[in-house]
């Protein structure tokens, strides 16, 4: 499958911002997308994740609360609105797809990823 990530900006701080993650290829094979982000000097890390159906959802305690996650399985495109949104939001965000049942945290078992898109966030 291949992932193109797009929607990222600048934005002020407690505003919002929503990304998309658009796949193709064979999509049918990968039942799990999840959003990952890495700030400058830090290691990526698990935001949200959920299935094709929408039926599963997993964030972060970093985020939950603030973000949400979903799809358009017509389009084969998964969204993340962000609310609230922090300095310390800032960050690349990428899109990973997975063939699990079910998202999880673990980074390694994503084996398609996208490009990213940088979520700039300022005071």
């Known amino acids: 499958v291949q992932l193109q990530a797009s929607g990222g900006g600048l934005v002020q701080a407690g505003n919002s911002l929503r990304v998309s993650c658009a796949a193709s290829?064979?999509?049918?094979?990968?039942?799990?997308v999840a959003w990952f982000r890495q700030a400058p000097r830090k290691e990526r890390e698990f935001v949200a994740g959920i299935t094709w159906s929408g039926g599963t959802t997993l964030y972060a305690d970093s985020v939950r609360g603030r973000f949400n996650i979903a799809t358009d399985n017509a389009n084969y495109t998964v969204y993340l609105q962000m609310n609230s949104l922090k300095p310390d939001d800032t960050a690349v965000y990428y899109c990973?797809?997975?063939?699990?049942?079910?998202?999880?945290?673990?980074?390694?078992?994503?084996?398609?990823w996208g490009q990213g898109t940088l979520v700039t966030v300022s005071n």
């Open positions: 290829g064979r999509t049918f094979r990968h039942h799990t």
């Open positions: 990973a797809a997975s063939t699990l049942s079910r998202p999880t945290m673990n980074r390694a078992l994503y084996r398609s």
